[in-house]
Structures are given as C-alpha cells and as structure tokens.
C-alpha cells in the first residue's frame, strides 16, 4: 500500500480502483482512552493496516490517563506519525481532548478570560436570601445566579409586543401591571446578567471557550495547532494530511 502525497493524488484509473492507495482509504477515529503506552500504539497501528485501513485519528478520548498536550501525549503522536510512515499509513491529528474544540482540554479555558460566556436576559433577579429561581433558557439554565449584573431595563409591553424601554438604576422597582382599552399593558424591570461557564470534569475541572471571542482563538491555535507544528510540522501535507476539529 503506497502513501501518497495529497498533492498528488494519483489519477483514479482501474488499477487505483482496485488496490487504493492509503489516500483513498477508510481513516477512522482511534480512541487513546488509557496511558499512552508506544509498543502497544504501534502494534495497533499495524492492526488498522490488516484490516484495510488507510490512517487514522489520533483521538483523545475519556480514559486517557497521559495528559493531554504534555510531552509524553507529544512523543506518542511523534511515533505514530514515524510508524505510519513505516507501514503505508496517513496520520490524521485532532485538536482537542475529546470534545467540542475550543478548549484545549481545559488549557486554555484555566484563564478566566477565555472561558464560555453568555447574556441572560431575565424578569426575575437574581435571589439574594438562596430562595428558589425561576429557570433560564436552554445552556444559560445551569448558570443562573452566577452572573454579573450589567443593567437593568424598564420595559413597557401591550398584548406582548415591546413599545418602550429605558434603563435604569438596578435599584429601582419595578411598576407592576395594569390594563389599557387595548388589552394588557405591563410595565416592569427586566435584567441584563453577564454569565460565564461553570467549571466541568468534561473540561477537566475548566469550561468551554467563548468561541466569539478572536484571543481566546488564538490561544486555543497556539496550545494545539502551534505545538503540534513544532512537533511533527515537518510532515504536515505529507504523513499528516490534516488537522480535525469537532463542532466548535
């Protein structure tokens, strides 16, 4: 089974569609899920070989007991990538400790600045006595009162359209209700709240990354993307056709 370069792909004729080549081959995800241990890497990646594959993913996944990112993670994606080439086989990287990209494992999300964020807007304050709260929408439901109070609005709807708003002093009180000739008028105070991410052992005791934010990004390109270059770069569009990223 030869290896060839992605740029040059050889033209698919009869005898290619016979015996592909590892280009044209299945490359599925390899799950790394205990300590990375390089024989028994090796061993499987002759493995994947019988069974007719052309690659693989060098996936991080739950189990993985050698730190994502460290030297020892490092050095084992060094050796696949040398045993690939040894047996015929493209080595395909992935960017993050499971799943979705963005965090780096927790790496990059450690600093409070990169971490997943969200604007909770609310009728209902946050309780100050630990009474109970009125539930958030969708991913912000686990977050509540744990934000930062940004403003507070007055607002004015009729028959549930907006017709005015204005901001005030949080301290203000909200107006209460009433009803006009037209239907139901309510007039009352609603609340701007800046929510960042819990911590989660998804994120290995981090968050997720404000996938908004541009440095938060470039951190996250510079904790894997970067180190891999400096580890196995020399073979990128070679040995390593590409980098995969998972519903960032």
């Known amino acids: 089974m030869e290896l060839y370069p992605l740029s040059r792909t050889p033209h698919l004729d009869l ?23 390089i024989p028994q890497l090796k061993r499987q990646i002759g493995w994947l070989k019988e069974m007719g594959f052309g690659g693989y993913h060098m996936h991080a996944r739950t189990g993985m007991g050698t730190p994502y990112m460290g030297p020892e993670f490092l050095e084992a994606v060094q050796a696949c990538v040398q045993e690939g080439k040894r047996q015929g086989l493209l080595s395909w990287l992935y960017d993050e400790d499971r799943w979705p990209s963005g965090a780096a494992g927790g790496l990059v999300t450690q ?8 604007l909770l807007w609310t009728p209902w ?14 991913a912000a ?55 960042t991410a819990p911590a989660s052992p998804w994120f290995n005791g981090q968050t997720y990354v404000d996938t908004l934010s541009q440095p938060a990004i470039h951190r996250f390109l510079e904790v894997t993307h970067e180190r891999y270059a400096q580890a196995v770069g020399e073979d990128f569009g070679r040995a390593i056709p590409a980098i995969f990223t998972d519903e960032p």
């Open 15 to 37: 005898d290619v569609f016979r015996h592909p080549p590892a280009v044209y081959r299945g490359t599925p995800f390899w799950s790394w899920n205990n300590k990375l241990d």
């Open 111 to 118: 600093d409070p600045q990169y971490r997943q964020r969200a």
């Open 125 to 138: 304050p946050y309780p100050r006595d630990g009474g109970p709260r009125e539930p958030g929408p969708g």
């Open 141 to 195: 439901r686990g977050w509540r009162n744990q934000g930062q109070l940004l403003w507070c609005y007055e607002v004015l709807l009729r028959d549930g359209y907006l017709v005015e708003y204005r901001r005030v002093p949080p301290e203000s009180q909200a107006r209460g209700t009433g009803a006009t000739a037209g239907g139901t008028e309510v007039r009352r105070l609603w609340y701007a709240y800046l929510e």
